[in-house]
């Protein structure tokens, strides 16, 4: 073999290594990227409520913002906080995202699920009308009551307030003791207005416009409710809110004189394996549109991640609180800033197991030629061994015979430049087991 093609073939052997190395990193790189951290989605669902809400308007607002970073979002109006929770538990149902309030959700059905954030306080309102002034729940014994329709989160909070005040409602135990009205919205006020219902019950935040239309309303009484300290001490879920004189409107003094309510939290709940990258883009929406001051939150209150029933907060989501956005996001738009933090999660690890695997590659190549010219060594040293010792007889066509196999497949090992020496080492052995075979066989013809 000439230098030329030595030359040709230590080439070729450096192009099949660099040709190794690449297809072994970009396989790992796929794998990592389709099956361990893919891309973020470029479409989600947000599940909203009734348009007349305001999970729907924020929904809306969600939708705005982040298809200014490329996300599309379609919101898919729902009955209310009880119907998001059905359908992100439904995995047919196409819902990543949905509003949801405290309460709603209970072990075990919510392991799947994950709170993004909780983004501001629903106090519970308690609107009716009556000669008399009320202040606890138990006092709407035998009333007709609109507590939201089948779906709402309205109708879930107040189903659990109402069996801890000993209020039942029909289809419960035999006929029940309340009057249960399924409506909600503009239709229950209509419903009180007309008094066709004695109260009207709302969980929501206080710039709802039904809400803003029954607290303008003279005719209808907000109830201050006493024991406001127990009932967090009963659902955990609920917080103590005050709702101060005159907040709603100074010159018509309403409400006329601090109002003590309970609420839940609003949360936005998704289900568990959300891309992260999709979870800090809502949290960004979130702290701009819920963290200034509201009627019963502070500034900078929310958003926030403090588990507030039974679904557990999101890991991602907690890290993005605490931490705030990585620098990509500050510098670089929200999908190439998400390619590039997925790409170094996946290159740094990637960089540690294959920088030790390329130099380990040499040895296995080296180990792979030398593996090829030791084979034809350990052949061609047991025919040496025979011709050393046989006595009598000697076979010498037949180590001929071998000899000339194992040197013509010799001749046949394509090596490196490298390896070249041992090559012609194990030639030049082969030359010399060959004058040994001719050297033992004259002697034994002159001894005849």
């Known amino acids: 073999m000439s230098l030329e093609d030595l030359a040709t073939l230590s080439r070729q052997y450096r192009l099949r290594l660099a040709l190794l190395v690449t297809v072994l990193f970009t396989v790992v790189f796929w794998v990592f990227a389709h099956f361990v951290l893919p891309l973020p989605p470029r479409h989600i669902v947000i599940a909203s409520g009734a348009e007349s809400g305001v999970y729907y308007r924020y929904a809306l607002r969600y939708k705005a913002v982040l298809a200014r970073e490329g996300l599309a979002v379609d919101v898919r109006v729902t009955a209310g906080a009880a119907d ?3 359908l992100l538990l439904d995995p047919k149902s196409g819902v990543d995202v949905a509003f949801m309030q405290g309460g709603v959700a209970s072990a075990p059905e919510a392991d799947n699920l994950v709170m993004l954030a909780s983004l501001y306080y629903e106090p519970l309102w308690i609107f009716y009308r009556d000669s008399a002034t009320l202040t606890q729940i138990k006092e709407l014994y035998g009333k007709r009551i ?6 709402s989160g309205t109708r879930s909070l107040v189903t659990q307030l109402f069996a801890a005040n000993g209020l039942t409602m029909a289809g419960d135990i035999g006929r029940g003791n ?7 919205g503009d239709d229950a006020l209509q419903a009180l207005q007309a008094g066709d219902v004695d109260a009207a019950l709302y969980v929501g935040g206080a710039d709802t416009p039904t809400i803003q239309k029954a607290l303008h309303d003279p005719a209808i009484k907000l109830m201050n409710l006493a024991h406001v300290d127990a009932y967090p001490r009963r659902l955990p879920f609920l917080t103590k809110l005050t709702l101060p004189y005159g907040t709603i409107d100074l010159e018509a003094n309403i409400p006329d004189q601090d109002v003590a309510m309970i609420g839940t939290n609003a949360m936005l709940v998704a289900r568990d394996g959300l891309h992260p990258a999709v979870i800090n883009l809502l949290l960004d929406a979130a702290r701009d549109m819920h963290g200034r001051q509201g009627y019963f939150e502070a500034a900078g209150e929310f958003p926030r991640t403090a588990q507030v029933d039974d679904i557990a907060v999101s890991p991602s989501a907690d890290q993005h609180k605490r931490f705030g956005p990585s620098f990509l996001y500050h510098y670089l738009p929200f999908w190439l800033a998400a390619f590039v933090e997925r790409a170094i999660i996946v290159i740094v690890p990637l960089v540690v197991v294959l920088v030790p695997l390329i130099n380990f590659l040499p040895q296995i190549l080296r180990w792979r030629v030398r593996s090829r010219i030791y084979r034809w060594y350990g052949q061609l040293a047991l025919l040496e061994r025979d011709v050393a010792t ?3 007889t000697l076979p010498v066509e037949t180590w001929m015979e071998d000899l000339d196999r194992v040197e013509q497949a010799v001749e046949h090992i394509k090596t490196p430049v490298s390896f070249a020496s041992e090559a012609y080492t194990l030639r030049e052995h082969i030359g010399l087991v060959r004058r040994a075979i001719l050297a033992k066989a004259g002697a034994t ?4």
């Open 84 to 86: 998001n929770l059905r």
């Open 146 to 151: 609109a507590i939201g329709t089948m779906g």
């Open 178 to 184: 309340t009057n249960i009205v399924a409506l909600g």
């Open 390 to 392: 046989r006595q009598g």
């Open 445 to 448: 013809a002159a001894d005849k």
